[in-house]
């Protein structure tokens, strides 16, 4: 009978994503920096839910209780919990080559 994938699941399936572009990206011939760059892009293209058969993945800001009190008083800008950095429409892997 049908269920809901568990987040054990889930987190295996993340892992066995990223080590099979971690293998396909030690072999091409290409410049480290190419290498690295292709791996990156690829992990975010995994995030964001444009591999075949895999969801969009909420990157979610958790912040340490006390940084935003450390961060007034010294003057810095502060997370705020749950802030989710990849809704709506960006695409992190598209943003990747953009900055």
């Known amino acids: 009978m049908p269920r809901a994938i568990t987040a054990a699941e889930e987190r ?3 892992l066995g994503a990223v080590r099979n572009y971690a293998s396909y990206w030690s072999t091409q011939q290409c410049t480290s ?3 690295c760059d292709g791996l990156a892009f690829s992990i975010l293209g995994l995030i ?11 990157l979610v800001v958790r912040p340490h209780p006390d940084d935003k009190a450390y961060c007034e008083k010294n ?10 950095i990849n809704d709506g429409d960006a695409y992190l892997h598209d943003d990747y080559y953009k900055s």
């Not at 964001?48 to 909420?58: I, R």
């Not at 003057?75 to 989710?84: K, Q, R, S």
């Open 12 to 14: 295996e399936a993340l």
């Open 33 to 35: 920096r190419e290498m």
């Open 75 to 84: 003057g810095e800008n502060w997370h705020e919990d749950g802030l989710v």
């Open 48 to 58: 964001d839910g444009v591999a075949a058969g895999n969801p969009s993945l909420d």
